[in-house]
């Protein structure tokens, strides 16, 4: 007698005379239907229980959520909605939850509750599915770059470093928090600290991974970075996941080529992987857009979304290009935007950048050579003087999914713009030796992986998307 | 013309009258025989220059360090050590590399040396071998779980849970590091730090790993852990990376059953895929092993130690069996180990460990059932009453390389053992509901990746197989 998975027994079209399972009870209907899960897949298997040869005081003890080791025999199912069910020989209770308690009943609860029960939210079909996708994703992401002669690089997660100036930053300590000891100066006396200098939480692996680029050629790092921002918004998280490509001799052309064929990539991979997963997600979202009024529902399902990114080439535009579309186009004149684009030098919102993919365009779209000013320091100046090679890639529903550059590899550039910001050279040392010695044309980019996640499942609140969310006044589990 | 990689290159057996390739110069010797590496593999294409229709100061700029763009012709070698090189028709000097002040001379480096131009380490090829082994390890370790219907689970790294105890931890703020706010008793007022309440960096990912396996079946972790310990030692790092399993319905015995086969099947996979840089390694390490008394030498060769991992089943044996042994060994009763095991509850060392594995059973081992009292309180309790359901994986030459076991799933029984520890039950009130609602047998291990990368690579120091390593004193880069 063999245990199987619910996930293997679904998938058996013979009958069986012994099988074993093990999981968790979904439903129990008329004393006589258990819908046991595993987690293995979002269904369920059925196990019909011969309730007048049972004990009673068994059958009391099959609650949503007790777990349970069933033995039985697999037979084609009289029922609607499966093959196969498990005409129940034996049940054994291993382990009781009690009904009137138990916080998943088997009813809608709200994503507020389900958040405050985070640790017992992966037992319901919604996330179930989405935490499925998320490690799916995560699989396809080393699986691309596998395959294509990237190697994975860990970015260290605490720094001494703060130079990018992404944003503020969580300090790392193990000085005593009340009388911290001071320096002659009267300051904190980092010096005393665990690594003899004040450290942060990393917000990205980027520069790190530009030396392992500069050696080993193509390079991407996946790891958790941080931001300190007080963002209490349904699309910021205090600790989030990057992936962060690197790659040497590569331009900014090169970079577009390689987004783009990444994102089609892995969002293919869940499509032919996981499309149980996302067929549920994709109703889901269908029940939930109708409950908003017609005019702020999604065009798209989850699933059209999805092959709107695979299906269609992703259209290739100039920041200044775009502005002129913006500039003259309906929206704008009508004011119909929240922020109006009169001039060259705008930054973008969400509304300007899905109104070119959703409306003008009906594509993904690419976004480059951006303005410098509205940019990070370490991103190639083009001959303009005034722009730099920074691309961001524009998804429907959700605006930026991707932001990239070409690096600026010129020594002397890069000390200057340096300067100009009021960075400390000395800091960046390292940095700088990569453009001292056999500097090259390299490019990467950065993807926020729980956007990604929102976009695949269609949850449209970031810390459901993640297993237990870091947010301002919130750090459970 | 296509650009290729040096890796791609070296593959061919035909000549091609035009290829494409850009690197980084590791020799120029004679005027005329580049070693061109791009990072794609250990090895370098021999690129063949025709120095008297070259350009002097060009030919000068050919240093090591600098990058290249060459064209030419790929020819079958007339030289030794490759099959193909190519014939130099054009040469482009991307970035120059003074041969005065770059670091990483033609010659070698010692790794003190290396760790503090860490950014630039890689362009040696013991480091690339290094991180590329590192590279492949991680993927092996992914696919190897997906292959295995195991979903990829992020754990959280700021935690405002101290409950493992598994040692100091650094904490993660951004109140005033000089004059943080107090309360009414004068204490620091976590309550107006970012998450209003004290959090740490994580140091096991374990615990939330069990709520994901009790809902998702096999869940496993692999993320960054830290430790605030003061050891300067070469085995340790306050950052380092952990790979966690967690198994539903799985007991002890399945759980070795699954660290067996994982660690057999990873290091399979680089035996077939990395044996180039694991031939390049071997050789370095039995270099550095002729350099030490006969007495120190490891008696395995690299490759000889990862086939003995693959080839040989693990031998089994419980705690109490494994200090009967060392009890009455020769090392032990003429006092040749440092700690002298005389009685039931020792805890053993590397030396003991090692004796069994290397001189006792001659193959990896199992020990199981430890004491209670020298193991986590989440272990599960035997009968006995005074032993666990622990595991540690032994390997040669290193001791322990995975700690497991199977969990304490019995409400009161864990609650006593908490209770006993004097850890506040409230902190961990999801962690109880995993055995109030549904509880089951499961179990896990937890490998730490450097340790892994080590063993698998014969570096002896753990700063030399992660990229940039964090230790006391130590956050650069």
């Known amino acids: 007698m ?249 331009d900014l052309n090169g970079n577009m080529d390689l987004a783009e064929d990444f994102m089609k990539s892995i969002l293919s991979y869940v499509l032919e992987n996981n499309i149980e997963d996302l067929n549920f997600l994709d109703k889901r979202l269908q029940d939930e857009e109708k409950t908003k009024p017609q005019a702020q529902r999604n065009e798209m399902t989850l699933i059209e979304k999805l092959n709107f990114v695979t299906e269609n080439n992703f259209k290739r535009i100039s920041y200044t290009e775009a502005i002129d579309i913006l500039r003259n186009c309906k929206p704008n004149k009508k004011k119909k935007f929240k922020y109006i684009i009169n001039e060259w030098g705008a930054d973008l919102q969400s509304e300007h950048e899905r109104f070119l993919v959703e409306k003008h365009f009906k594509c993904p779209v690419i976004l480059f050579d951006y303005p410098a000013n509205i940019k990070a320091f370490y991103m190639r100046l083009n001959e303009d003087g005034k722009t730099v090679r920074a691309m961001d890639i524009l998804f429907p529903g959700i605006g930026e999914m991707v932001g990239g550059s070409q690096r600026e590899e010129r020594l002397e550039v890069l000390k200057e713009k340096i300067k100009a910001l009021d960075i400390d050279e000395e800091e960046l040392w390292w940095y700088l030796d990569l453009r001292k010695y056999g500097t090259a044309v390299h490019s990467g980019f950065g993807l926020g992986f729980e956007r990604l996640v929102m976009f695949a499942t269609g949850m449209s609140n970031i810390r459901d998307v993640i297993p237990f969310p870091r947010t301002p006044q919130n750090a459970e589990f």
């Open 2 to 250: 063999q245990l199987r998975t619910v996930s293997e027994l679904l998938l058996q079209n013979i009958n069986l005379p012994e099988v074993e399972v093990k999981g968790w009870v979904r439903t129990f209907r008329a004393n006589r239907f258990i819908a046991l899960n595993d987690g293995s897949t979002l269904n369920n298997i059925q196990c019909v229980v011969d309730f007048e040869n049972t004990d009673e005081a068994i059958l009391k003890r099959i609650t949503t959520g007790a777990a349970l080791h069933i033995k039985g025999e697999l037979v084609e199912s009289r029922g609607k909605g499966q093959n196969v069910e498990v005409n129940v020989t034996s049940i054994d209770i291993l382990g009781d939850s009690d009904a009137e308690t138990f916080p998943i009943q088997p009813k809608k609860h709200s994503f507020e509750f389900l958040r405050e029960n985070a640790h017992l939210r992966t037992r319901t079909n919604t996330f179930g599915a989405v935490m499925r996708l998320r490690s799916a994703l995560s699989f396809a992401i080393h699986k691309y770059f596998n395959e294509n002669g990237f190697y994975y690089m860990h970015a260290p997660i605490i720094t001494g470093s703060d130079a990018e100036g992404a944003g503020e930053m969580f300090r790392v300590t193990n000085l005593d928090a009340k009388n911290p000891p001071l320096n002659d100066e009267g300051e904190v006396d980092y010096k005393q600290d665990f690594f003899g200098k004040e450290t942060n939480l990393t917000v990205s692996g980027q520069l790190e991974a530009e030396t392992y680029a500069m050696s080993l050629g193509k390079v991407y790092t996946f790891g958790p970075t941080f931001r300190a921002e007080n963002s209490n918004t349904s699309r910021h998280l205090a600790e989030f996941w990057m992936i962060e490509p690197e790659v040497a001799f590569m």
